[in-house]
């Protein structure tokens, strides 16, 4: 017997399989479109390195002293703007910084869930989420979606299938794992039966601002203020290493979530966020992010491009509008865990999809990140893949019947 008794959350915290994925696949060689990280070619290490040296100079001590707990208040400010470029109302004092949004999640799982009470998620949904919502014990509740997002119609029985739902977890913007983006409409839609039925939404959004064509709609958190949390993140415009994001709460609700956040970690990195508000507060993501915006887009067209030419018939994709992935369904037959490490022995890796569903994963799907590799490596990186599944067909033709 061991000498430690683990509480019954320990069960409940695994190994993220992504992470575990990675360790296979960033093996030298191997072309790893399997990673969730944005390029590192779009950090602006200049204007990090400049702020760094700024803060050091004129605040030191103050930067490297315990600060308040809310957060840094002119980057909270900021914060409040940005958003009410968007048509969210917030004021900074209802913007709570945190250690990237993954915490926010955290927090929200922690004042929101009791164990046994009902979650709505996407069907797949983000696995981050998942992780982090997993230790409070919900029950999940799966919601049937379109490539538009979650039905309406799914959010609408809840309250007779899952009564006491606490929230809708939605991803509105190039959705992590598919790449999806919700329509003006369908968000409406989505508010007007939350609303009617009483369930509350967390809105995540950290990949809003990388839309290729167009802007996306606005949040949802801009139509239903009262009754949505709004979760934001730094890491995919600046670095994702500065651990930085923020929530935006009703005032209800913000203290608890506070409250939680001080038990957490008492405050997010002061150094960080003085930093990031060094770098960001004179407008400089409205010069850089359009930047990331072009450097995604001509990879998101390499791999377009490279699936059309490589993947066998009866394989199902759609060129996401924004973000970093693509989202694949194999033909009938194939199962995407199974053939993982024979793509890594061909030399490419991608996750497979089952990882991404609360429940009943579907074996055929798998994400491809498009960010990290050269146009060329995308190229070749799908052309091997293609190779696999060419493969996989031959031979389930030679042992069908
Ligand atoms: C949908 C989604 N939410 C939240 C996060 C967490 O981001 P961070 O904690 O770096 O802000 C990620 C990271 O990939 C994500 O894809």
Not at 378 to 390: C, E, P
């Amino acid at each position: 017997m061991s000498l430690w008794t683990q509480a019954r959350r320990a069960a409940r915290l695994n190994p993220s399989i992504i992470r575990e994925i990675l360790k296979v696949t960033e093996q030298p060689g191997v072309l790893s479109m399997a990673g969730g990280l944005p390029s590192p070619d779009s950090f602006p290490v200049d204007a990090i390195r400049a702020a760094c040296d700024k803060v050091l100079r004129d605040v030191p001590r103050e930067a490297l002293q315990y600060a308040a707990s809310e957060g840094f208040g002119p980057l909270r400010e900021w914060v409040a703007q940005q958003l009410a470029r968007q048509g969210m109302t917030a004021g900074a004092d209802q913007v709570l910084i945190t250690t990237g949004s993954q915490q926010g999640l955290d927090l929200v799982g922690k004042v929101l869930i009791d164990a046994g009470a009902p979650v709505a998620v996407e069907t797949p949904t983000y696995l981050g989420a998942l992780q982090a919502f997993n230790p409070f014990e919900p029950i999940y509740v799966s919601l049937e979606g379109d490539a538009d997002g979650p039905l309406p119609a799914a959010l609408e029985v809840l309250p007779h299938d899952a009564p006491g739902t606490r929230f809708a977890y939605l991803l509105p913007n190039f959705q992590n794992p598919t790449g999806r983006i919700m329509p003006r409409e369908r968000r409406a839609a989505l508010v007007r039966v939350a609303q009617t039925a009483a369930i509350p939404i967390v809105e995540d959004n950290p990949y809003g601002d990388l839309w290729f064509d167009e802007p996306p709609p606005r949040p949802i958190t801009a139509a239903w203020p009262e009754g949505c949390v709004y979760l934001g993140s730094f890491s995919k415009v600046l670095s994702p290493g500065l651990r930085l994001g923020y929530l935006v709460a009703p005032r209800e609700l913000y203290p608890k979530l506070l409250q939680a956040k001080q038990a957490s970690d008492l405050h997010t990195s002061g150094f960080n966020q003085r930093v990031v508000y060094e770098v960001v507060h004179d407008g400089f993501l409205d010069r850089h992010v359009p930047t990331i915006r072009a450097r995604y887009r001509a990879q998101r067209d390499a791999m377009a491009e490279a699936l059309r030419r490589h993947m066998p018939e009866g394989t199902a994709w759609r060129a996401p509008r924004g973000g970093m992935f693509f989202w694949l369904q194999l033909p009938p037959g194939f199962d995407a865990t199974g053939l993982l490490p024979r793509a890594v022995e061909a030399g490419v890796a991608f996750v497979p999809g089952a990882a991404f569903y609360a429940h009943a994963p579907d074996p055929r799907t798998l994400r491809l990140s498009f960010v990290t590799l050269s146009t060329s490596d995308i190229a070749d990186g799908v052309a091997a893949l293609g190779r696999v599944l060419h493969q996989e067909l031959e031979r389930q033709a030679e042992i069908a019947p």
